[in-house]
């Protein structure tokens, strides 16, 4: 069983759609945060959430974490092929040691 | 963000023989680096943590003495594959964190393939 379960782990919608990726964990974070990787590079961190309820946007991209800090969710309103990738929340139960969620492979078809 | 540069992003590379992977933190200094792997369509597979001047720390089911782990300086770790098999073949990634930072950037990962 991952420390992280993320979900859904496959999504594929048309140009436009609004979505959401949950991660959710029985274990309390000090943080999370949200990664995308594209096919053949590294993951590019794109937020990182610290306080329980907190709310972060990113222009289309919306992050939430939970208030007692086991979860956080994203949501991509209008979504674009340019969005396209494996989406990967990870946490830090403690210091820097990063865990992965199994991720979310997102397909935005034109 | 800090920059984390990782070579080569490519390397094919007979069987039987060595393949060093450089990981580099290029503006600021990685107290702790983190080696991962990646088969396609997965996610990242956490291989070992190493700590500048100490040895580092595998994961379970991971071969120390295959999968070799140098972290001499706080700007650099090396990944060595030794006597590496088509099995070996995969997505490596390295990651690098500060001191007083929870979170970690990535190298651009490096493509293995074993022929």
């Known amino acids: 069983t991952q420390l992280l379960e993320q979900s859904p782990q496959f999504l594929s919608i048309q140009e436009g759609e609004n979505l959401t990726v949950y991660c959710n964990s029985s274990?309390?974070?000090?943080?999370l945060q949200w990664y995308r990787q594209e096919p053949g590079e590294g993951p590019v961190l794109l937020v990182t959430?610290?306080?329980?309820?907190e709310v972060k946007k990113l222009k289309r991209l919306t992050f939430q974490f939970g208030d007692a800090r086991k979860d956080s969710s994203l949501h991509i309103t209008a979504a674009q092929p340019g969005d396209t990738g494996l989406y990967l929340c990870?946490?830090?139960?403690?210091?820097?040691?990063?865990?992965f969620g199994g991720g979310t492979r997102l397909m935005v078809k034109p | 963000g800090a920059v984390v540069s990782q070579h080569p992003s490519r390397v094919i590379c007979k069987s039987g023989t060595s393949v060093k992977i450089e990981c580099r933190s290029l503006?600021?200094?990685?107290?702790?680096m983190f080696w991962y792997r990646q088969f396609p369509k997965q996610s990242l597979m956490l291989m070992a943590t190493?700590?500048?001047?100490?040895?580092?720390?595998?994961e379970q089911g991971v071969e120390k003495d295959k999968f070799l782990i140098n972290h001499a300086s706080l700007t650099l770790s090396t990944l060595t594959v030794t006597s590496a098999h088509p099995e070996d073949s995969s997505f490596y990634i390295c990651?690098?964190?500060?001191?007083?930072?929870?979170?970690?950037?990535f190298g651009q990962g490096t493509r293995l393939t074993v022929v």
């Open positions: 503006d600021f200094q990685a107290t702790t």
């Open positions: 990651s690098a964190s500060g001191a007083m930072n929870t979170e970690a950037f």
């Open positions: 959430v610290v306080t329980g309820g």
């Open positions: 274990s309390v974070f000090s943080s």
């Open positions: 190493s700590n500048e001047g100490s040895k580092a720390t595998y």
């Open positions: 990870a946490g830090a139960p403690t210091g820097n040691m990063l865990t």
